[in-house]
């Protein structure tokens, strides 16, 4: 009886505690199981998700990149970079109170739900650096809440949403790099709030919405690479380098460097410009078109000529089209074009043609993709011949390494290990082991790669002695020339008890030799594209016996996959090296580059590692005491601080457009007689 009465008991208090507390029955549970929906359509072979489960609890720091409000309600998503490659789930909109969802940089496919639109708290939405396609639902346009709207480097068609432009508190649009078609909505005009619209390589046409030109908030306009025309507004004059319009071959305008001024008719007036939206209406009734009485009255002649000549329009139409296609695609999308080198996007090539590193992913070779070479014939002989001069095999690697022993290893990162190794010819080198579930699943793309890597020549840039990929190890090896006086940060924050300090002069030197080897990535020659470091900082600037400074890891990101890069950016942003314009692109280019050199060039003028707003305002005031490194006891040039100060700073300038090329800076050090 007593056991009965305890048991009874005990369920009184168990129903009365789930009567007081719904949210245990019907909130976490309900949002456990969209949870665990999610998990199964965003991550179908359960690769990366393990810590999402049944029996677990959302909003206890358990689930992977998911956060709850204070009411235990998930509010938050995020889960960018993490080689997810399955779908978005319709069901997401069963986490009513989600106001931040991120989920860049994966690999997801498929269409954005149209149910997407009923998370009417969702603030942010980044689904940017994905492989998604279909059109962008109109239905987005009923979040009223929504401020930034990330969907740039996917696979989207169909035309803009007029809908767009009913979001009043939508503060950034990205929809660069896909391949929307139709015109601007002139409805985005409407957006009080917006500061920064990126429509930019896609297949627009039609003209630039003179509604955008007043948007008082707006500081970026970027719609270059696309097929737009007519006259632009004047007022978009005020955006200044923010405003990027270039390859619309039939844009003009007054007042604007690259466009034409405007053909005007017989009175002087412009041209009338294409219609600013795609929803253009015929003149027409409910039953018929109006006609005016002459075309009523056309001849069967005049209706043979009007067949020819539409024909001829339709074949000079589809021509014109097929070479804008061509042309876009060797223009590249680079929002930074310094002159008339082909552009680079290295961000979407990494992003957009990489596989995910899935631990079952094998090679159609049993990953040797050197054997690709082998086995086929290859058009470029000179590539052969390289791939055949860089070879080595894994017996002359591991010989190298002691069998990678432990005694040799010189570091390990997020995607590879490195070590100490002595050739048979008694040359000492650096072996990076990079295992393949690192490397890039495509062959052709990780050979080119390959190829990128071994085809580049610099004194500035660690020195490629050969590369071997293992089968047997499931690993790819790169062997480097040794560089013995490690990287540049272990020059930095030095005290005076700690042993060795730069000079001056060398650290004059050091700037110069770094800003060549980056000014030479940059440069596009014939068996050389363009190349974009995207990780520059003071431990990827080695520094040699003779104190000459060597750039490594330069090319290596075309050989990884897209969750290892990102990683790296993050690690790359924690330091203070990742272009703000980052943050909103997503991408690199030439201009990120520079920013990163910018601050190392802080670096070295300070010493110190962690660049700070005081050394940034002291070095704007040339108070040089507060910015040169106090190890140099004032054994410096005014005039060369100077200079390396106003360098350093407009390398940094907010606007990827104030900064300087490389190849500018290269200049800029060589006016002086001492920075030589």
Known sequence: ?????????????????????????????????????????????????????????????????????????????????????????????????????????????G????????????????????????????EIGSME???????????????????????????????QSNQLTGAIPASLGDLGMLVRLDLSSNNLFGSIPTGLASVSSLKVLDVHNNSLSGNVPPALKRLNDGFLYKHNLGLCGVGFP??????????????????????????????????????????????????????VLAIVILTF???????????????????????????????????????????????????????????????????HNFRFNLEEVESATQHFSDSNLLGKSNFCATYKGVLRDGSVVAVKSISKTSCKSDEVEFLKGLNILASMRNNNLVRLR???????????????????????SRFLDKTENDGEVLEWSTRVSIVKGIAKGMAYLHSYKPNKPVIVH????????????????????????????????????????????????????????????????????????????VITNSIRHAAESLKFKEFIDQNVDGRFFEYEAAKLAKIALLCTHESPFERPSMEAIVKELGNCSSCL
């Open 534 to 609: 995207q990780n520059i900082s003071a431990e990827k600037i080695l520094i040699d016996q003779r104190y000459n400074p060597l750039l490594d890891d330069s090319g290596l990101y075309k050989l990884l996959t897209n969750d290892i890069v990102f990683s790296a950016l993050k690690g790359s942003a924690a330091k203070g090296y990742l272009a703000p314009e980052y943050i909103t692109t997503g991408r690199f280019a030439e201009a990120s580059d520079v920013y990163a050199f910018g601050v190392v060039l802080f670096q070295i003028l300070s010493g110190k590692k």
């Open 258 to 311: 690259f466009l034409k001024t405007c053909n005007t008719s017989k009175d002087g007036a412009p041209t009338r410009n294409i219609p600013e939206t795609a929803n253009v209406k015929l003149p027409c009734n409910e039953t018929q078109c109006f006609h005016s009485s002459k075309s009523n009255q056309a001849t069967p002649i005049t209706l043979g000529v009007s067949v020819v000549i539409i024909a």
């Open 1 to 109: 009886m007593g056991f009965s009465l305890l048991h009874l008991l005990l369920l009184f208090f168990h129903m009365l505690f789930f009567l007081l507390n719904p949210k245990c029955v019907f909130g976490i549970n309900e949002e456990l199981k969209t949870l665990m929906e999610i998990k199964a359509s965003l991550d179908p072979n359960n690769h990366f998700l393990h810590s999402w489960t049944i029996n677990g609890n959302p909003c206890d720091g358990s689930f992977e990149g998911v956060a709850c409000n204070k009411e235990g309600q998930v509010a938050n998503i995020s889960l960018q970079g993490k080689g997810l490659s399955g779908k978005l789930s319709p069901t997401i909109v069963a986490l009513k109170h989600l106001t931040g969802l991120y989920l860049h940089y994966n690999s997801l496919n």
């Open 321 to 387: 089209t097929l070479y804008m296609r061509r042309r876009k695609q060797k223009l590249g999308n680079s929002t930074h074009i310094l002159d008339s080198r082909p552009s680079t996007d290295e961000a979407k090539v990494i992003y957009r043609k990489s596989g995910s590193p899935l631990a079952s992913l094998e090679y159609t070779t049993g990953w040797d993709p050197l054997a690709y070479y082998r086995n086929f014939n290859v058009e470029n002989q000179e590539a052969q011949d390289r791939f």
């Open 466 to 488: 050969g590369f071997c990929c293992s089968r047997e190890r499931g690993e790819c090896f790169l062997i480097y020339d040794f560089v013995p006086n490690g990287n540049l």
């Open 111 to 138: 269409e954005i739900p149209r149910e997407i639109s009923n998370l009417t708290q969702l603030g942010e939405l980044y689904l940017n650096v994905n492989h998604l396609s279909g059109e962008i639902p109109p």
């Open 145 to 175: 809440s929504l401020q930034v709207l990330q969907l740039c480097y996917n696979q989207l068609t169909g035309s803009i949403p007029a809908q767009l432009g009913a979001l009043k508190k939508l503060s950034v649009v990205a929809l």
